[in-house]
């Protein structure tokens, strides 16, 4: 297979693990711990994983260890560091005892179910040391919550003698893992299973988790972009650039871009909830900064769009509920009506207020609300085209402004969306530490015989050699939540908070960035060189922990 220099240079690297996890080590127990809300409901639902203590790994005595086998899973989607997770988990069964195996289920927890699963040998996991991806074994969304399924994945673990199972995902499939190590605890399986953070997006994080893995690469591979858009937006001095940015609800990955590259201007979905703001509201916020930069002269700029905005603004979500509930009655009429006509019979249909919203809405966008539905009957708000919504809104707002004299500039737009281009980038040297350090702990945590515990990893900011190493147990970052009308419980989604320190230090910066150009080009992720440049957690991180 050819390679590129890089991921020659790349496979020697050797990642950096906390100190306390270079030796032998012991398990310390804290204090039983409680879930974050709920409690009396989860303690009922996991009589066996509830109120287990933290645990952080010290120093310890060297022991024997009798000889066990491990299975992995990467669920979900794709994020920067997962074959670190893997190698880490690897290195840490085999420190244990070399006639560990680790097998592998193929592409996600349908692997586990359908029992397609690989060994994974000393050469195969070589071959995929600090490389970006997933392709080691492939993921997918099945999600693991019957009891058929626990107890198809149980055969198979039983014929291969595997004594523990590793679940990689973010926080629906920790919450599964959680329940299967419930359920396996419960029927006495002896299998226990530890899951570790994994996505981009950045929303599964609390106390005892500081950052999710992947969050770190994606980020700097998108802000690299952004900076080089921001440099080509400054040279060419012609384009408005509205970016769309991955991250499904939460805007974590919008806001540390900005952190990280001083846009004009970025939205914070969550601002624009607590705010109640409207659609009308935010394209008159953009296009006054437009018109502003206009006056100075500046015919340019960049502007970041989370990913899931469109969910997080109240009357686009009443209005969604509306056309959800009205389609799944009128489909059948509304599909058979001429397509230039179906605008209207909508209008005609729905409340005024939603009426009007709709009414305001530019073609496209208005049809792929009515059209594009996900088999559940939902809009898919991830198809909406958000980027181009905003700036066509804005030029027809500007378009008004220009007549009654009040925008003299010009205004012509560009549009991106970065997600998938930063999903699978060579791990960043964080994230690289960071995902080796969790695989290594998961093997620790099961060497100690825990189930239902996520692999912990914390004090990010330090260098990695002060980390500390441990486990959290998965039900106390429970509550309970309605999920498909029934209520459920569910590792908490971390938004992101406005009283968080990252988003003030960009609340206090935005009106400046907005005004003036202050981009800031951050490049590519460096793997080599000083450490400075190649080691630095991302700004969120560092806001969050700055004492
Ligand atoms: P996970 O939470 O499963 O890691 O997925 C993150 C994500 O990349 C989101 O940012 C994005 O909305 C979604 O996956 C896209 O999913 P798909 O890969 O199925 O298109």
Same mark, same amino acid.
């Given at each position: ?52 203590? *933290? #645990?952080?790994? +010290? ?12 299975? +992995?899973? *990467? ?10 997770? #893997? ?46 991806? @997933?392709?080691? #074994? ?8 019957? $009891? ?62 500081? %950052?999710?893995?992947? @969050? ?32 499904? !609800? ?38 006054? /900064? ?9 015919? @340019?700029? %960049? ?18 509920? $509306?056309?959800?509930?009205? *389609? ?17 019979? #909508? ?17 496209? /966008?208005?049809?792929?609300?009515? *059209? ?14 958000? $980027? ?5 809104? /804005? ?32 791990? !960043? ?7 080796? !350090? ?16 996520? !692999? ?9 050699? $002060? ?49 003036? %150009? ?14 400075? /440049? ?14």
């Amino acid at each position: 297979m050819t390679k590129s220099a890089l991921q020659i240079a790349r496979a020697a690297y050797q990642p950096k693990l906390p100190k306390a996890l270079k030796g032998a080590v012991v398990a310390k127990e804290g204090e039983p711990t409680q879930s974050v809300a709920d409690q009396e409901e989860i303690k009922k639902l996991f009589p066996n994983t509830y109120g287990m203590p *933290l #645990i952080q790994f +010290v120093e310890g005595e060297a022991k024997e260890f009798a000889p066990m086998n491990v299975g +992995v899973i *990467l669920s979900g989607g794709q994020a920067p560091g997962g074959h670190n997770v #893997i190698s880490g988990l690897f290195d840490g069964i085999k420190k244990l005892n070399p006639a560990n195996k680790l097998y592998g289920f193929i592409l996600g927890p349908g692997g586990l179910v359908d029992h397609k699963y690989m060994e994974l040998t000393a050469d195969i996991i070589d071959e995929y040391r600090n490389t970006g991806g @997933f392709d080691i #074994i492939g993921s997918g969304r099945t999600k693991l919550e019957k $009891e058929d399924q626990f107890e198809k994945g149980y055969e198979i673990l039983k014929e291969l003698g595997i004594k523990a199972l590793v679940i990689i995902g973010g926080d629906d499939s920790n919450t599964n893992a959680c329940v299967l190590a419930e359920y396996y605890a419960a029927k006495k399986y002896g299998i226990q299973v530890i899951g570790c953070p994994k996505t981009i997006d950045g929303d599964l994080k609390n106390e005892m988790i500081e %950052t999710s893995f992947g @969050f770190d690469t994606a980020c700097k591979t998108y802000s690299e972009v952004i900076g080089n858009i921001e440099r080509d937006c400054n040279s060419a001095r012609k384009y408005w650039h509205f970016i769309k940015l991955m991250g499904r !609800s939460a805007s974590h990955i919008a806001l540390e871009c900005a952190l990280q590259t001083q846009p004009n201007i970025c939205i914070i979905s969550e601002e624009v909830e607590a705010k109640n703001l409207s659609l009308d509201d935010i394209v008159t916020h953009i296009a006054q /900064v437009v018109a502003d930069r206009a006056a100075a002269g500046n015919n @340019f700029g %960049t502007v970041l769009i989370p990913e899931g905005l469109i969910e997080f603004i109240p009357a686009m979500k009443r209005l969604i509920a $509306e056309l959800n509930d009205f *389609l799944a009655v009128n489909g059948e009429e509304f599909n058979s009506i001429k397509r230039s006509k179906q605008r209207e019979y #909508i209008i005609s249909k729905l409340s005024p207020e939603n009426a009007a919203i709709y009414a305001s809405l530019p073609e496209g /966008v208005a049809r792929q609300l009515s *059209l594009d539905r996900d088999p559940h009957g939902n809009v898919q708000v991830s198809l909406i085209e958000t $980027e181009k919504l905003l700036s066509e809104m /804005v030029a027809n707002k500007l378009a008004a402004w220009k007549e009654e004299g009040k925008f003299v500039g010009k205004f012509a737009a560009q549009h991106h969306f970065f997600g998938y281009e930063g999903r699978c980038a060579a791990p !960043s040297n964080f994230d690289a530490d960071y995902c080796y !350090s969790l695989g290594y702990t998961a093997s620790m945590l099961i060497a100690n015989g825990k189930t239902g515990y996520m !692999s912990s990893v914390r004090n990010t900011t330090a260098p990695a050699a $002060e980390w500390i190493a441990g486990g959290v147990p998965i039900t106390m970052m429970m509550n309970m939540e309605r999920r498909h009308g029934e209520m459920k419980p569910v590792i908490q989604k971390a938004l992101v908070k406005l009283d968080g320190a990252p988003f003030k230090a960009f609340a206090a910066m935005r009106d400046t960035w907005a005004k003036e %150009t202050a981009y800031v080009y951050p490049g590519p992720i460096q793997y080599f060189g000083p450490s400075e /440049v190649c080691d630095q957690p991302t700004k969120t991180l560092q806001y969050e922990q700055a004492k």
